[in-house]
């Protein structure tokens, strides 16, 4: 339609044809594609600007010079003292071996070296471990090991009589295993259990 018919039909009262409604797109396809843009829109302003360094989850910023220097400091500390541990525990270890080896070694020297009497009647006690000790001895015996002659060893729980030569090689081997020496140069006083006349009943409890 020309330009001028058209207007000749508007002035005799026609009105122009209405253009057609665009036609909507099916509601299910619209619906799909908008929750999954605005999921993405979601996703990208919940989770911080993207390509910020060192920003961290619940918006904490990054760790501070003094955060990381303490646990550094931390980590430190717990290595040394496992190393500490680990370190006493090997000591432990080795002491137990020396004395389980100076053991073995002091009763191999001692095994025909033994002065105690069976028929021996006479307790000698002595101060050995913070305990009172004895051991049976007969006269003679109790004479020389009063005079310095004799000595006690502690061998595997038992107090063993040996000569003063034999006393001083098994302090050598194992010092520990000396269980009374008398020295002959100290005054009598000094040993409160040379003398029988004061030695403890055997019937009394220690």
């Known amino acids: ?26 509601q299910g396809r619209g619906d799909a594609r908008r929750p999954a843009r605005e999921a993405t829109g979601a996703g990208k302003s919940g989770s911080g600007a993207p390509g910020k360094p060192g920003a961290r989850k619940g918006g904490r910023g990054p760790r501070s010079r003094e955060d990381i220097d303490l646990a550094k400091a931390y980590a430190i500390r717990a290595q ?11 000591e432990r270890q080795e002491l137990a ?14 095994q025909d070296r033994l002065l105690n009497d069976p028929e021996a ?18 006269a ?3 004479r020389a090991l009063n005079a310095g002659e004799l000595g006690v060893v502690q061998l595997n729980g038992r107090y063993c009589l040996v000569t003063a030569a034999d006393l001083a090689e098994a302090e050598a081997i194992f010092a520990p295993s000396v269980a009374l020496r008398i020295d002959p140069q100290a005054p009598a006083e000094g040993d ?14 220690w």
């Open 80 to 90: 040394k003292e496992k190393d500490e541990r680990i370190q006493a525990e090997r």
């Open 192 to 205: 409160p259990y040379a003398d029988p006349k004061f030695q403890v009943p055997d019937d009394l409890v």
């Open 97 to 110: 071996r020396v004395r389980r080896e100076a053991r073995a070694k002091l009763e191999a020297f001692l």
């Open 121 to 138: 009647d006479i307790a000698r006690h002595f101060p050995y471990g913070g305990k009172i000790k004895r051991i049976y001895v007969n």
């Open 1 to 26: 339609m020309t330009d001028s018919l058209r207007d000749q039909l508007l002035g005799l009262g026609f009105k122009p044809a209405s253009k057609p409604a665009r036609a909507q797109p099916p």
């Open 140 to 142: 003679a015996q109790l």
